[in-house]
Nanobody, 115 residues
Framework: QAQLVESGGGLVQPGGSLRLSCAAS????????MGWYRQASGKQRELVAS???????SYAETVKGRFTISRDNAKKVVYLQMNSLKLEDTAVYYC?????????WGQGTQVTVSS
């Protein structure tokens, strides 16, 4: 099973930017469909962006135009560039395959948007 380690979260003011990284281990990364998920306090985990092995991309309506997902298959890394951050983007962000694999959930990285 792939192991996934997220990083890059932090505290940022509204309107600010952050870039999240997800480092994967194991084989076959380049063919996996990957996604960034987030879970705000008291809410269900949701998929916010995904990228297929063929680099087809989709976004949740709540982040479209502000977030950009990308991947580097040689480095086995998936990125999430987050711009124009809003208070409601505050959450723990996780990466996983799409659909998610239960055993591949990592610790996530906390993103807090606050003034």
């Amino acid at each position: 099973q792939a192991q996934l380690v997220e990083s890059g979260g932090g505290l940022v003011q509204p309107g600010g930017s952050l870039r999240l990284s997800c480092a994967a281990s194991g084989s076959g990364f380049s063919v996996f469909d990957m996604g960034w998920y987030r879970q705000a306090s008291g809410k269900q985990r949701e998929l916010v962006a995904s990228i297929t092995g063929g680099h087809s991309i989709s976004y949740a309506e709540t982040v479209k135009g502000r977030f950009t997902i990308s991947r580097d298959n040689a480095k086995k890394v998936v990125y999430l560039q987050m711009n124009s951050l809003k208070l409601e983007d505050t959450a723990v962000y996780y990466c996983n395959k799409v659909p998610a694999v239960l055993s591949s959930w990592g610790q996530g990285t906390q993103v807090t948007v606050s003034s």
